[in-house]
């Protein structure tokens, strides 16, 4: 009878322990199926005065986007929660070593924590579980694309590292009611994103560090946890399709002095080369934000070497008008010894008619010519005043062929503009290449240099 009572007791009592190894009998002894108002309404505290300790773990997935020109960060994050609950609580032993459990989100109280730089609310849906475990601790994993506000510091860009922060503070709650502790340090949290780290695009994840302190909002000392990645701008691309061609426009532009002045050619050259680096700022101003406080040094860059194939332009412009001014001088004295030659031709043809006819013989007159006796004295004062004409005429004849001649030589000699353009062209070569070289230098320094503004 004793036997058969002790039997019946252990079949009862294995009974028991074999109804305790299920969820449901955890969730039964924790009354979540008919008091959920417990754990859903209120901070899970016994004493009100005790502030309860969110734990927080965030890691970095991915850096899905940077717009550089709105100042906005998207990066993709995995975020875990855990904090105590007073009120919930088991001893493995008697659910058969039942760790934890999951229920959906709506079962707990959750702190409000968010993002402080967030602009844009999480598209991606909520974790739709949470994690009880034995000892009281609640625990919130969630992942989520977030879109924050981040200031773009883009002096040196494309050479240029990001920072951008992560703030997760309460919304309401004071550091007297919730309090956020960071779970890993900054080397902690750079090797575990590291680790899990899958697509970074167009920046380099550099580190991230992990800040807690304590700030005051609207009179409210809060707790917050700043989350900083540092990131570095993958440059190649941007040296490729950006930097060299700007150079390359640079070059041809140098080269252009080596093309003829005489013609329109070179002029046109320059001001296509002019226009394309034009085009090259026009989309650069598309990336750039507008809100930057100093002037970025490609900007810079640009400015200068338009400045400099602005110069190269005038000088072209200034070199053509003096040739040009001489052509129309040539033009001028071509057109005055057509002139003097046909006043000398003339001068000529009179002086061969004067000669001809001083050289008439008096044998050959015609009686009605022949000089009288009572006008003899009239006929010499005409010869003579027919000699001192014909002697003029002579002189203006000779001077005129002088003229003709003089201008002829100075046609052939060099041009006087002429000469001073080609001196123009070698001073400006050598001031335009020096001045470009020291440029190009100025920048690189400054690029490469380690100061981060």
Known sequence: ML?????????????????????????????????????????PVNNYTSATSVNLDVRLYAILEIVKKDQKFVPYVWVTMWWKNDFIGWNRDDFCGIKSVSVPTELMWKPDVTIEEMTEKDKAP??????????????????QVIVSTCRMHVYKFPFDTQTCNLTFKSV????EEIKIVQHTNSSEATEDSRKV????????????????????????????????????????????????????????????????????????????????????????????????????????????????????????I?????????????????????????????????????IQGCNVSPGKMPSELLPVEEDSGSQLMEEAHTSKKFSDDLREALKSVTLLLNSRKEEEKPNAWTRKTKTIN???????????????????????????H
């Open 197 to 316: 780290m899958q697509t970074q695009f167009e920046w380099l994840f550099v580190n991230m560090t992990v800040t807690n302190k304590i700030v005051k909002y609207y009179n409210i000392n809060q707790s917050v946890v700043i989350y900083t990645v540092n990131m570095k701008r993958r440059s190649a691309l941007y040296i490729v399709n950006f930097i060299l061609p700007v150079l390359f426009f640079l070059g041809l532009d140098l080269a252009s002095f080596l093309i003829s002045d005489s013609g329109g050619e070179k002029l046109s050259f320059k001001v296509t080369v002019l226009l394309a680096v034009t085009v090259m700022q026009l989309i650069l101003n598309e990336i750039l934000p507008a809100s930057s406080n100093r002037i970025p040094l490609i900007a810079v860059y640009c400015i200068g070497i338009f400045s400099l194939m602005m110069l190269s332009l005038l000088e072209t």
């Open 426 to 452: 070698k001073v400006f070569v050598i001031f335009y290449m020096t001045a470009a070289s020291l440029f190009l230098l100025c920048m690189f320094f400054n690029w490469i240099k380690d100061e981060q």
């Open 318 to 354: 200034l070199v053509m008008y003096l040739i040009e001014k001489d052509s129309a001088s040539q033009d001028n004295e071509t057109d005055r010894g057509q002139t003097l030659s046909e006043d000398c031709r003339d001068k000529r043809e009179e002086v061969n008619k004067s």
């Open 172 to 175: 309401i709650h004071s550091i």
């Open 126 to 143: 909520p974790a739709p579980y949470l994690t009880i475990h034995s000892s009281g601790y609640v625990e919130l994993a969630n992942d």
């Open 3 to 43: 036997i058969g009572f002790f039997f019946l007791l252990l079949l009862t009592g294995g009974a028991s322990s074999l109804g305790n190894c299920s969820y449901h009998a955890v969730l039964k002894h924790l009354d979540l199926t008919n008091n959920k108002e417990l754990y859903t309404l209120t901070r």
